[in-house]
């Protein structure tokens, strides 16, 4: 795999080539936190940064996005019908974005991406964007991406990884996508031996410094319904109070919703992030809900993410282990310490909740 | 990338008053493109979003069979906003249908086999579309002995009473009709719940028996245990579920029961599957 040098001069001026060739998102600091924002021109991304306060999902898959227009307008031919709106999504790369990021959208696309139906919308925008990915030298104390199939400098979902060496970046490339984006960009000079095996250090010293940790080996095969029936799902959703924000700032959630917004004669449908830990998100019309209580609706949230999809994919959990949850809690429900009581309830029954 | 979020455009071409609540109505709609009827290819059971710009979209089941050409057929309750705003149009208005959405009663299972329909109230609307297609010529000489249990809270309140009185009149199906209650003295069929007529007039259970169960939770709860007791396999119990939509494609993320959709890896479950996963509905 070809490994090239950047230095901090060729860095700079690459970016600014290679935002003739395409559009570059990367993080920023807006007020307390960094935010992944498209860069205006000559802007740097600032990668004094662990990670981003919220995920970058948004660059695929917009908060808000409208899937058509209609007009009601009972004089025009095409009332009441509905006609795609088609974002045009010139090239673009993420800069800066963390591995456990990258990786969540592969996660991401095996819901928007099957064999029999496609969603155009989320699609077209992930083939469009290039991910020039950096890897984590100093990981968060609630970062466990090395358990939850990822890691500090994990490749999945990535066209280019750079290790920061200090004087110059490291960079491997990945993909053709990462290919093209170096030669936008006018990167070429080989890494040295030297270089290189600087970046594997990099990565062996930053995996190291991960401390947090989930079990995840008996979640497969321990029946569903028993963990659904476990009886510690009163313990864990007790202090929730369904605010969403797990489910907002988790890169790997996905849910939405469709809403119709009309202004006068014409409107939008919209497709928007729903949450698992809205109680609207499942009531019928009838009054029923199948979800009804918080204790159904935190259950929902962890077995979707640490059985259902482990069963219905085989490709390990829906989490990458960016703590972004555990942080962010207001009320400290830890998905590591959920995952451990599920995924030791095979072993331990109902005897005792791992801490 | 065909765009699976994108209705065909249709044209409202009749509307029918199903209920003495009026609550009901039947909606049949023709394509405005003929091109779209074709790739609208469904099967009984199957379901498609009813799509009006403006207000949203409803999962409905499709009640027309497709052996019925020309048309497409929607019976709907006034529930929410999408079908009480549908209840307003008229024919002659535009909309859309997205769809076929989900999976069908497993007519390849079936095949040779007596199948008894066990309806109740306006949960009859891909169960109509069943009947008629098992009863199509072409059809019906592929199935056993057909039987149907039907029951609504009052005469009134039965779906598509002139096509039960001609089932009624023929002798390929067997029809046993029921009401919660009536005072019409005229009333020629049976009175009494869905569970105790399943329990007098359901056929005997067997390998070569189905039983295709469609109705409100409440009778749902009371007639599977009959139907255990009639000897009836998990596996020879076939359910159709609702839960709350949005896609209908298997990815908004909400209908799920387990790891299976209700919108696309239903609503079509066998007791047998059902049993096998969390029962969010």
Known sequence: ?355 | MRNPYQPYPVRIDAVTVETEDRNLKTFRFTFLDPGDEERFAYRAGQFAELSIAGKGEIPIGIASSPTEKGFVMFTVNKVGLVSSHLHTMRAGDVMGIRGPLGNWYPWERMEGKNVVIIGGGFAFTTLRSSIVYMLDPQNRGRFGEIHVIYGARTPGMLLYREELAAWERRDDIRMHITVDATNDPGWKYHVGFVPAITEKKAPPAGEDTFAIICGPPIMIKFTLPVLEKLGYPNDRIIMSLENRMKCGIGMCGRCNIGKEFVCKDGPVFTLEQLNRTPREY
Request: aromatic share 10%; net charge positive; charged share 25%.
């Open chain 1, 1 to 355: 795999m070809r490994m090239l040098l950047i230095d901090r001069r060729a860095w700079q001026e690459g970016l600014k080539r290679a935002a003739g060739q395409y559009g570059l998102i990367g993080p920023v600091k807006e007020k307390e936190f960094h935010s992944f924002r498209p860069l205006k021109p000559g802007e740097m991304p600032d990668l004094a940064f662990q990670n981003s306060r919220l995920s970058p999902k948004h660059v695929v898959y917009p908060q808000t996005e409208p899937m058509f227009a209609y007009t009601l307008d009972e004089t025009r031919e095409d009332r009441h019908l509905l006609k795609e709106v088609r974002r045009e999504i010139p090239p673009r790369a993420v800069v800066g974005i963390r591995p456990c990021d990258a990786k969540a959208f592969v996660l991401v696309r095996l819901n928007f991406d099957t064999p029999d139906v496609q969603d155009p919308y989320w699609l077209r925008a992930y083939e469009a964007t290039t991910f020039i990915g950096m890897g984590c030298n100093a990981p968060c104390s609630s970062c466990f991406c090395t358990t939850a199939g990822c890691g500090p400098f994990h490749e999945e979902g990535l066209d280019l990884l750079l290790a920061d060496l200090g004087e110059a970046f490291a960079a491997k490339v990945l993909t053709p996508k990462g290919e093209a984006f170096a030669r936008a960009a006018g990167w070429t000079a080989e890494a040295p031996a030297g270089a290189q095996s600087a970046f594997q250090e990099r990565a062996r010293a930053a995996e190291g410094r991960i401390t947090s940790f989930v079990q995840t080996e008996h979640l497969k095969s321990i029946p569903v319904n028993d963990l659904y029936n476990a009886s510690f799902w009163e313990e864990v959703s007790f202090s929730c109070i369904n605010c969403g924000t797990c489910t907002y700032s988790c890169p790997t959630c996905w849910c939405f919703d469709i809403q119709d917004e009309t202004r006068g004669k014409s409107g939008v449908r919209l497709r928007l992030w729903d949450s698992c830990m809205y109680p609207l998100f499942t009531l019928h019309g009838s009054g029923h809900n199948p979800r009804g209580t918080k204790l159904h609706r935190v259950r929902q949230r962890f077995m979707h993410k640490l059985k259902y999809f482990v069963e219905k994919y085989d490709r390990g959990i829906q989490c990458v282990g960016c703590g972004r949850c555990v942080r962010l809690c207001p009320v400290n429900i830890d998905i590591r310490r959920v995952c451990n009581m599920m995924n030791g309830f095979a072993v331990s029954g109902e005897a005792c909740a791992i801490p």
